[in-house]
């Protein structure tokens, strides 16, 4: 009988082995779904517009794209919190209770909840916006291209929905100092609406400072991933 390599069996093995299935590799990442970030702290001047949707969108987009979490559709998550009467003050610190029976009704180990407690503009001889700044008499109307520093800040935690444990604690600041659109036209006549996800709203010098508060938030909690189990 002829004797057979041992490097055969060592191809054979690989081959029948393959490489690590897509499959394999997307289940072994942690899903987490992210509510609406909390905005308490922002100046009433935004009017109707729901910053704290804008912010946990442009989030959760970030995530996506690095890929190291499976995230939870934003739609189905809005469905599970109106089936459980959810509330807008809520949304930074949730009862333990809510918590795990989010995480139980989307399947999802980790939820990832937050604040914004600056989102706002200074200009010589005005304010716009939040975390302890004022409309100072200007307009929507008014806003144009002077000299603007714009700071946008994020908080943002993660927690276990079956222990309650907070796995991750972060932040971003973000800040844009240029002569430039302070809004332009992120913000349609008539209205403080800002299309968070537009072309328009980056280019903008809050929307600058929006984009860099964010990245920090989504690296560090990209980053964190290596503390869950």
Not at 91 to 104: L, M, N, Q, S, T
Not at 191 to 216: C, M, P, W, Y
């Amino acid at each position: 009988m002829r004797r057979v390599h041992p490097a055969y069996w060592m191809i054979a093995a690989l081959v029948l082995l393959g490489p690590a299935s897509p499959a394999a590799a997307q289940s072994s990442r942690p899903t987490v779904a992210l509510l609406d970030f909390d905005y308490g702290t922002v100046n009433a001047w935004w009017g109707n517009q729901d910053i704290g949707k804008g912010i946990a969108d442009l989030m959760v987009d970030g995530l996506v794209e690095d890929g190291s979490y499976r995230v939870i559709e934003r739609k189905r998550l809005d469905a599970i919190l109106a089936e459980q009467n959810f509330s807008n003050s809520d949304r930074a610190d949730p009862a333990a209770a809510k918590v795990a029976k989010i995480g139980k009704a989307l399947g999802v180990k980790y939820l990832i909840v937050g604040s914004i407690t600056k989102f706002g503009a200074e200009t010589k001889g005005m304010n716009v916006g939040g975390g302890g700044w004022g409309l100072g008499g200007f307009g929507v109307g008014d806003v144009g291209t002077k000299k603007t520093k714009a700071t946008v800040a994020i908080t943002a935690r993660m927690v276990d929905t079956t222990t309650g444990e907070i796995m991750a604690s972060t932040k971003g600041e973000g800040t844009s100092s240029r002569s430039g659109l302070l809004l332009g036209g992120a913000v349609p006549h008539g209205g403080a609406h800002i299309e968070f996800g537009s072309s328009n709203f980056r280019d903008t010098v809050l929307g600058e400072a929006t984009d860099a508060a964010v990245k920090q938030v989504v690296a560090k909690l990209i980053a964190a991933k290596t503390r869950l189990e």
